[in-house]
């Protein structure tokens, strides 16, 4: 049963090559006019797939082969659980995979080298935690791996150019800027430069070489930053539309999403849902989502994004079974 339709029409334009881009993977603008030429109409439309076997909130969400993997999170009210929930996208259906070796909320997952990844999160030391585990598909088991170099949570984590990437995050009441990469192949961490404004409950992406990070907190930012994994440098994005967090992220056909989330001082859910397009520099307007959700991600298959679970009303205190899908 479908829960809403929305649909947007993506207009682009073409304009003369520009000879230089910028650290953010955009194109300067020309300084000569020519003709605008309109490119193909992209449609893109929220539908409902099917329900999750629980409700779940602040979960963290991960592709890996055709699957959609969601991982911890608030049940029932209450936080943290070993939740790992399994999509197969072909059938639409949903099945149950080994447990988290502990019960986390706001975990950082990733897929990533043939495996899923499950880092930081918040547990039952205060704080948050510095475990780092994989699951291995084909035997259903969990490995663990050399820890992050600091315990936190609600950072964003992404696979980047062979690594894991998490940044930012929040450790004994306070953001924090770090940016630790993981190497699988040596299980060893590396610091990398830190993102310039410390923050949680973000959203990212990677697009090519570049992890795109926006919004989040303290307070409801605006901001979008751009790392560069080739200079190992942050630029600064143009800002979001609308400020929130809590909010998904996911990168689709070159753009940037962000979907949902908290604004208003963390006291509402917001339907929102915008895509910044690198090349033009600018944000956009997506579809709404058909029902606000806050504390989920998105993960990307066969071009349509995923959004699982959530929760419809701020903070933990109301989890959702819905499974959103774009595309």
Known sequence: MRVGLLALVLVTACSAPAVHSAADGSTPASTTTSPRTTAPVVTLAWHAGARLPRPVSEVGVAALDGSVHVLGGYVDGHPGSTTHLVLDTPTGRWHTAAPLPAALDHVGVVGLAGRIWAVGGYGSRPGGT????????????????????????????????????????????????????????????????????????????????????????????????????????????????????????????????????????????????????PARRRWSALPSLPVPLQGTGAAVVDGRVYVPGGGPVAGGGRQSDVLLVLG
């Open 130 to 277: 510095d475990g780092l585990w994989s699951w291995d598909p084909a035997s259903d088991t969990w490995t663990p791996h050399a820890p992050l170099p600091s315990r936190r949570g609600a950072g964003v984590a992404v696979a980047l150019a062979g690594r894991l990437h998490y940044v930012g995050g929040r450790s004994n009441g306070r953001d924090v800027a770090e940016h630790d990469v993981y190497d699988p192949a040596s299980d060893r961490w590396s610091s990398a430069a830190p993102i310039p404004l410390a923050r949680d409950h973000a959203a990212a992406a990677v697009i090519g070489s570049l992890l795109y990070v926006a919004a989040g907190r303290p307070g409801e930012l605006r901001s979008l930053e751009v790392y560069d994994s080739a200079t190992n440098r942050w630029t600064a994005g143009p800002p979001l539309p609308h400020g929130r967090s809590s909010l998904a992220g996911a990168a689709l056909d070159g753009r940037f999403l962000v979907l949902g989330g908290e604004d208003a001082g963390e006291r509402n859910v917001t339907p929102d849902a915008e895509a910044y397009d």
